[in-house]
């Protein structure tokens, strides 16, 4: 059973550009979690989402940044128009339900903006 | 709003020793509690959970604590080794916050052989 599975790993875009973030769950969860890790700082909460909802977004800036877990396929975090204070690591976790499963997380996307 | 605060922030210790880490917070209507390492370049392995109806939890050479009413969790760390060493991070879940984790800054380990 493959754990959470994130690509890419590594990620550079220049000031301006988009950044799309793909986050596949593990087998079986169908919740998803976004967390920013900015550097030098504790992971921060950013949106929950379950399959084509959005459940919890009050961590997500309020532009340029969105999320989506669609029927099909992997989660997408998308950030346009990218700028330097986005360089950070977006971490992606799955349950498979609420409060009291246990969260898996997957290996993180570095963004580094230049 | 709630804040989870971690003590030390960062702990270096020799080969063997047993060692303790602290994590506090300050709304104690959580639902759980887990503690996770992160290892540098990498994501969270969560180590332990536990429920707000738990007292403690084992795995280990690993026994993490928990004291609803005072807001206060400790991990305890026994014979520690030097692939212990990673970013130690608690994090809880409000019962007015879904899945939402809050996380502490972490506490850096450091076991020397």
């Known amino acids: 059973n493959a754990g959470v599975m994130q690509n890419p790993r590594h990620l550079v875009r220049r000031r301006g550009q988009e950044a799309r973030l793909r986050c596949s769950p593990m087998k079986g969860h169908s919740h998803v979690y976004w967390y920013r890790q900015l550097p030098e700082e504790g992971l921060k909460f950013m949106v929950y989402?379950?399959?084509?909802?959005?459940?919890?977004e009050s961590g997500m800036p309020k532009e340029r940044f969105s999320a989506e877990f669609p029927k099909e396929g992997p989660s997408i975090l998308r950030i346009q128009q990218v700028v330097r204070g986005d360089s950070a690591a977006y971490f992606c976790?799955?349950?498979?339900?609420?409060?009291?499963?246990?969260?898996?997380f997957g290996e993180g996307s570095w963004l580094t903006v230049v | 709003k709630q804040e989870v605060t971690q003590i030390p922030a960062a702990l270096s210790v020799p080969e063997g020793e047993n060692l303790v880490l602290n994590c506090s917070f300050t709304d104690s209507a959580i639902y759980n509690l887990q503690w996770f390492r992160q290892d540098p370049g990498k994501g969270l392995t969560s180590l332990l959970l536990?429920?707000?109806?738990?007292r403690e939890q084992t795995s280990g050479r690993l026994n993490a604590s928990l004291d609803k009413s005072s807001g206060r969790s400790t991990l305890y760390i026994a014979a520690s080794q030097p692939g212990d060493s990673a970013t130690y991070l608690c994090?809880?879940?409000?019962?007015?916050?879904?899945?939402?984790?809050?996380f502490g800054e972490g506490t850096q380990l450091t076991v020397n052989p």
């Open positions: 976790a799955s349950s498979t339900g609420t409060h009291g499963n246990t969260i898996y």
């Open positions: 989402l379950q399959k084509e909802n959005i459940i919890d």
């Open positions: 994090a809880v879940v409000q019962e007015t916050s879904g899945s939402r984790l809050t």
């Open positions: 536990i429920q707000s109806s738990q």
